[in-house]
Every structure is written in structure tokens, then in C-alpha cells.
């Protein structure tokens, strides 16, 4: 890249690069150079400050295979650890509550100049963080509990700091970013959307800007001026996505790896030297809100930035691709593989294309190209469904996260699926992408010099974050005592029954004064849900990805008597929904998970919308036989298991939905580990030219 192939030394340009002393993210910086600084005068050793990627080799993987159980075992220490940290913060904050405000500005002005020469000891740390929970009582008039003091550290040190929905993250974050910019490094805030990187940026800012630090903020629409002065703060709050964007344009502009002298020299040839042409200043410190969303859920898409093919010839392919599977009918000539969601031509099938391609042009003679495109063409019929996949809105084929259920408006499927899937739906054909530059989320954030994530859902996660990202799990006890209860599972035979359950529980919920959050796991699913509420006369609202925009206003009052919020699972993801009055006494916000999702971190997590900060609550699962998840088992099985008396039914089906879970989550973890290795295939092939994206 821009920089040295070793790691960035804690003193260069103020990033915090991790030395063997720091193997497991436990201490930081050992005692810099006095040469380093005479403070905020020295001049930027490093100009893109950037960790260099690990090789795919056998030492990585010995030391992930040796290093993986300890780690695993590290969280309860590192938690004692951090939890009398908090305590002798808490003593200091108690100090500094009785200076003025002349006195607190010298104190920081102290500590900035001492974390510079001297790194992130201990003592500096508690003084640090003590001095940023003051100043947060009196610029926002909120103080960070002890459990947000201990969350702080661990982001600080590295790690992952698991934390209950409700618990305050977006507070807590704070602590670890205030202190590592008064320390001269430059933090990035990842969050899963623009609207939380807006509002956690804005609610934010009276602390850094009493503390003298420089707010930035990157979303959809920033222009790129904008967006290098966004950088060029001290703390940059900004989306998942937009950051790695953002890095790939770099690295257009970069192009071949230039050493970090060479780009120095480089700056003096003046203003077309390439440093002035780049976003970002750097990957030094990143901490990622929602970390399991984006680096696991999401590490399963490449992000390409790309060109365009003509949109004419991708009109004719398509057509002539979705021609040829339709000529395709039955199971002779493909299998469906559901876990996989993948399409295979079956011998008989590629025998009939070979024949079906011979009155087309020549590009159709090619038997890779003709399998591979019919291949798709029939995923885009039968295994990417409109409302659950994506949308058609304008004429135009947008993607639904399933994770989320948010619109990803800016991308699309590669392979040629997304004009095939135009072409399905009658849309205007657009060109195909033509990759430029490319990376995935695995590979981007391990470019981090240092990085650190919150979450309430990573238990299930430990192994993939410590062997993909070196990430360290602790797990944060909750400031007030959970009172929140979960339901046994209720079972229905068929899908119509279920909708029908569901209406009737909500019913006599509503009659209690209750409010009730509703999770599903599609667009089409929550139609369906409100079609029937509609039919039992209850009034309800509909949060969706087609309704995006209105999120906050609608889960702001998702905590009011007698409320009826219907969401697919982006409900559960960044906004808190609170309590009215009265609600408590009534038992709290009770929540119904429609579906099992592919992955249990989702389940768990949209249960945690209920009883947050020690709040009553209640949630259930209200499932049936013919849920997409169980797609993976025969129809008789189905059916014979929906025969069976109600007490078997209860006890065997949760088992089929954990076993079909596990399943789907082992099937996406072999996805993004398959993505990890082919990015690294392809770092090598690359390198005999000099590129490495």
C-alpha cells in the first residue's frame, strides 16, 4: 500500500499499531520514542497509514488453531480487569467533578500532550476517561454507567465489547474514541446506516467539541471534498459501506503499492501529486457498531467498484438466458440446492442447452458460458423472490439486506443476476458491471491498524471473530438486572394458522394495554401480517423496507399502550424503543418473532428489544411447519411431523428449526470463509504486478 509492509508503530501518525507485547489486544503502546514529538509539531511519519494483510500461510493458520481456545477463555478475566478500572475511574471522576471548567480545559490539554510521549498506560487511560465521563455530564447531561466505563476499555484494547440492546453504546463509544484522538489518532465510527452515523454523530458532538476535537461525518450524497474533510477530523462517524467505498477509490488512485518515502517525494512534485487526490487519510482505529451485522453478516458480498457494460447487449443476453432456462421445465434437468441456494444442471440438462444453443450467435457455443448463464437465469426464477429479496421500485430492481431488511439502493448482484432479474420482472435492462477495484469486508477491515466493535449478539460469533479479524470477544453485564422473559414456542401445521395465531395473541395483548413489536423476516411477510391484522380490525403500523425513511419516527413509538409495530428484523438494529408511561406496570413492550431466521444472533437480538436497562418485557416465537427455513426438509417429513399430536409436534419441531438453523449458519460461515480465501488467491496472483485490490 502507502505504507511499509510491517505494521505502523504506535507513535506514527499516531496509530496505534499492535506489537507482540499486545498479542491479544490486552496492553497498548509501550513507552514511545521522545523523539517522536515535540507535541503537535512533529511531522506525519506515515502518510496512509494502513496495516499490511496477513499472508494466507500455514503460521496463520497454527496460530489461530493455538491461539483460538485462550482467547475464548480470555473474556472473564479481561472482564475483572476492566470492571476495577471502572472503579478507579470512577474514583477520579469524582475529582475532577469539583474543577471549573478552566481547569478540566488544562486537564485536557495535559493528558493530550502525555498519551502523545507516553501511549495508553493505565494511569493515563483512568484519568482519560474519567475526564471525558465529566465532560459528557456537562455538555449532554449524561454520565457513563460503570458497565459503559468497562465497555469503553475493551473497545479501547481491541476488543469486542458485547453489550445488551439498551445499554448505550453509542455513549460508551465515546470513551475509546475521545481518547484515542486526544492521543493523535484518528478514529473512524462505523455504523450499520447513514441515519445512525447522522444521529450518533450529532448527539455526540458537544463532548469532542468541548474537548477540542473535530467532528466529521460521511453519508450517501457527501461530495468528495466533503468527504476529505470528514477525514481529516479527529473522529469521522460514517456507514459500513461508504467507508469502504471510500478506500477503493484510494486505491484506484494509488494503483501500484508505492513505498511511503516514495509518496512523500511524490507530495513535493505538487498539486498532481496523488496524496491530494485521496479520500481517506489511512485506516488507523476503527470502531464498528453492530460489529456481527458487518463483519459477518454482511462479509458474504464483495464490494466491487466497477464499470459498465452496454445495456443492449445485457438486454439480449438476458432474454436469450431466460429463453433457454424456461425451456428447462422439471427436476431432469436441475437440482435445487436450498442450503447452498444454488441451482446444478443435471447431465440431461446440459445436454438438452448444448442443443438448444445451436441456432444462437457463437458466444453460446461456449459450454461454460451457456451453464453459467442459464445457471443464473434459473436462480433468478426460482430462488430470488420479489418483496423478499428486493423491490421494484421506479422500474428498478433494489436488493433487501436479509439480515437487516433495509434497501441497498447503490448495489447490485454480480454475474450478470441483476439483469436477469430485470429481465424477470420487466424492467429496464441496465449495463453489467465491469470490476475496477475490488475488496471484501474481511479483507478491509483486517486493514485496520487497530480494531475494536460493540455488539449485543456476538457469543454465537467468538470463533469467526478471533480466527478472521483477531478480534477478542468480552462480554459486559448489564447495568441493571434483566427482567426480561421468554415463552415456550408455539407450534402451527401451516402458515395460514400461524398468521391466525398471531392475530388472535395480539388481540389479547392489546386488550391488556400492552404494546407489541412484531418481527418478520421479509417485506412480503409483513404485507401478509397486515393484511390479516386488517381482517381481525386491529389497527397496527408497518415498518419495512419500503418504508425506511420513516424508521425512527415509527419505533419512537413503538413503546406506546397498546401499540402495534409490525417489522421485519432492521427493527432491531440501532434505535431503542422506550417505555410510555404506565407501560412498565403493564408488563413492558412484548415482542413476537414470526420465523426462525438463518442465523440466531437475529432471533436473539430482536427478543432484546424487550426489557431493556431492566425494563419488564416478554417475548415468543409463533412458528409454523411451512416456514422457509424448514425448505431444507422433504415435504412428507414436513407433513408427517404436522401429523403427529400436539405435545410431539412441540417438542420435535424446535428441534427440526435449531437443526435447520445450524445448518443455514454453517452454510453462510463456509460462504464468507470462501470469500476470505478467494480475496487471498487473488492478493497473490496480484502481486506479481504490484496491486493487491
Known sequence: MCASSTATKPWQSGSIGRSDSSFFGISMSSQTLVAAATFGRSPQP?????????????????????????????????????????????????????????????????????????????????????????????????????????????????????????EGKTLTATLASGTAALAGCRVHIITVNDYLATRD??????????????????????????????????????????????????????????????????????????????????????????????????????????????????????????????SLEGPAYYRMLSEDRQVELTKAGRRKLSQLVQALDENWHSRIWREESVRQALSAIHLFQRDEHYLVRDGKIQIIDEYTGRIMPDRTWSGGLHQLIEAKEGCEITGRKVTLARTSYQKFFRRYNRLAGMTGTAREVVAELWDVYRLPVVTIPTFRPSRRRGGRARMCSTLEAKWDAIAERIRSLQASGRPVLVGTRSVAASEVLSQRLQTFGIPHVVLSAAQDREEAAVIARAGEPNAVTVATNMAGRGVDIRLADGVAKRGGLHVILTERHDAGRIDRQLAGRCGRQGDPGSYEFILSLEDPLLEVMSAPLRQLMAAFPGPIRHTLAPLAFAIAQRGAERAHSRARRELLRSDQQLGMVLAFTGESE
Request: aromatic share 6%; hydrophobic share 45%; proline share 4%.
Open 46 to 166: 506515515i502518510i496512509y497509514p494502513i496495516r499490511a494483510d496477513r499472508p494466507a500461510a500455514w503460521r496463520e493458520r497454527v496460530e489461530t488453531a493455538l491461539t483460538g481456545a485462550p482467547v475464548r477463555g480470555l473474556s472473564l478475566w479481561m472482564r475483572r480487569r476492566f470492571a476495577r478500572m471502572a472503579g478507579r475511574i470512577e474514583v477520579r471522576s469524582q475529582v475532577l467533578a469539583q474543577m471549573s471548567d478552566p481547569a478540566l480545559r488544562a486537564e485536557a490539554d495535559a493528558l493530550r500532550e502525555a498519551m502523545t510521549l507516553h501511549g495508553f498506560k493505565d494511569q493515563l487511560v483512568v484519568r482519560s476517561f474519567a475526564l471525558i465521563r465529566e465532560v459528557a455530564r456537562r455538555t449532554i447531561g449524561l454520565s457513563h454507567y460503570h458497565t459503559q466505563l468497562m465497555g469503553g476499555l475493551a473497545l479501547l484494547r481491541g476488543m469486542v465489547a458485547e453489550m445488551d440492546t439498551g
Open 201 to 326: 454523530a450529532k448527539d455526540m458532538e458537544p463532548i469532542y467539541h468541548w474537548l477540542g476535537l473535530s467532528v466529521g461525518i460521511v453519508v450517501a450524497g457527501t461530495g468528495p471534498e466533503q468527504r476529505r474533510q470528514a477525514y481529516a477530523s479527529e473522529i469521522t462517524y460514517c456507514c459500513n459501506k461508504e467507508v469502504a467505498f471510500d478506500y477503493l477509490r484510494d486505491r484506484l488512485v494509488l494503483g501500484k503499492v508505492p513505498g511511503n518515502l516514495h509518496l512523500k517525494l511524490e507530495r513535493l512534485s505538487g498539486s498532481d501529486s496523488r496524496c491530494n487526490r485521496l479520500i481517506m487519510r489511512g485506516l488507523p482505529f476503527a470502531i464498528v457498531d453492530e460489529v456481527d451485522s458487518v463483519l459477518v453478516d454482511e462479509a458474504r458480498t464483495p464490494l466491487i467498484i466497477s464499470g459498465e457494460t452496454q445495456p443492449e447487449d445485457e438486454r439480449r443476453w438476458a432474454e436469450e438466458a431466460m429463453g433457454l432456462a424456461a
